[in-house]
């Protein structure tokens, strides 16, 4: 049995964005690691001037004194970097890189992945929104051995998490992110102590999700196709990006006809009607959407017209949508 406080466990941190930040935060203020190094994705440009822009892991290594890595997806940086930190322990959170399976089977301790689903359900980039549109009830965290399949290691545990009828991407994200880094640092003290049997994958009952499951192209809402339950869990999942999305017809003033709609926050209400789907029309002062349901309409809290502001319902029956049927 090893003694973490007395001989924290050399730790090397793979991760990028900002739910990164929050894992590598709580391991580096956990007595139980020393973080030797991170590994993250190179400066990349941003914005209108196209600035170079560090990562989140980045910006955040280096207010800590953490030292950084970039191995620029080169099998010889990866080695570079197992002779520079020699880890006891690989820990990574939204790398957003293939890494290469000598590295992972470096370390004494092995290579650890956070990934947001209940494994072997939802391998790849974008479980959290697919579970949302495909109107699961549960999603969780599950903390694995990595391999160099795509989310193929054995789990080492698993934490489940309702999904809430009004969760977003974004809420959902931030939950499970909170609560990962809550009970990542307990996990690997039980995996480093051999307190854990790991359980292999049943691949037999693996689904997969891929970042083009969320492009601009499936952001679009097509209401004769489309059921309104699946549309309000569309505009769910893809928030804060890249925001579910119509056109508008030719039936309000011509200054907003054909322009792009982006849907923020929406709800099925029961409205008979008959009007045509995809009708943008209001009532009772609600803004609401026809759907193919003739008994089912959605509603618009919060929208944006192309080339304006995002405004609440009643902003827009007040102005530019005054006219509506």
């Not at 999603?139 to 694995?144: K, L, V, Y």
């Not at 995809?278 to 309409?297: A, N, R």
């Not at 944006?304 to 007040?318: H, L, V």
């Amino acid at each position: 049995m090893r003694n973490l406080i007395e001989q924290p466990v050399n730790t090397l941190f793979l991760g990028t964005d900002w739910e990164s930040v929050e894992t590598l935060e709580a391991l580096n203020k956990d007595e139980r690691f020393n973080i030797v190094g991170v590994i993250t994705t190179v400066d990349k440009p941003v914005g209108r001037k196209q600035i170079l822009t560090p990562s989140k892991v980045k910006e955040y290594a280096l207010k800590n004194g953490i030292e950084v890595f970039h191995t620029e997806k080169k099998e010889e940086r990866y080695k570079e970097s197992l002779e520079k930190f020699k880890p006891e322990l690989i820990v990574c959170k939204a790398f957003g890189e293939i890494v290469p399976g000598f590295f992972l089977e470096y370390p004494k301790y092995k290579s650890i992945n956070v990934h947001f689903s209940i494994l072997p359900k939802y391998r790849g980039a974008v479980p959290i929104q697919k579970a949302i549109l495909e109107g699961e009830k549960e999603t969780g965290i599950s903390i694995m051995l990595m391999a160099e399949g795509m989310d193929e290691g054995d789990i080492l545990e698993i934490f489940k998490e309702p999904i809430h009828s009004n969760d977003t991407n974004l809420s959902l994200r931030k939950r499970l992110v909170k609560k990962s880094a809550l009970i990542l640092g307990d996990v690997l003290e039980d995996w480093i102590n051999g307190k854990t049997q790991p359980l292999k994958q049943d691949d037999s009952k693996a689904t997969y999700c891929w970042q083009k499951d969320i492009s601009k192209e499936n952001a679009q809402i097509k209401w004769e196709e489309m059921e309104p339950e699946y549309i309000e869990r569309l505009v769910r999942a893809m928030i804060p990006w890249p925001v579910a999305w119509c056109l508008l017809e030719r039936n309000i003033q011509e200054s907003i006809s054909n322009k792009v709609v982006k849907l923020f926050k929406v709800e099925l209400i029961s409205d008979t009607s008959t009007l045509k789907p995809g009708t943008l029309y209001s009532k009772d002062g609600m803004l609401l959407f026809k759907t193919k349901k003739e008994e089912v309409s959605i509603r618009v809290r919060e929208l944006q017209i192309e080339g304006k502001n995002r405004i609440k319902e009643k902003d827009f029956i007040n102005g530019i949508g005054k006219n509506l049927i």
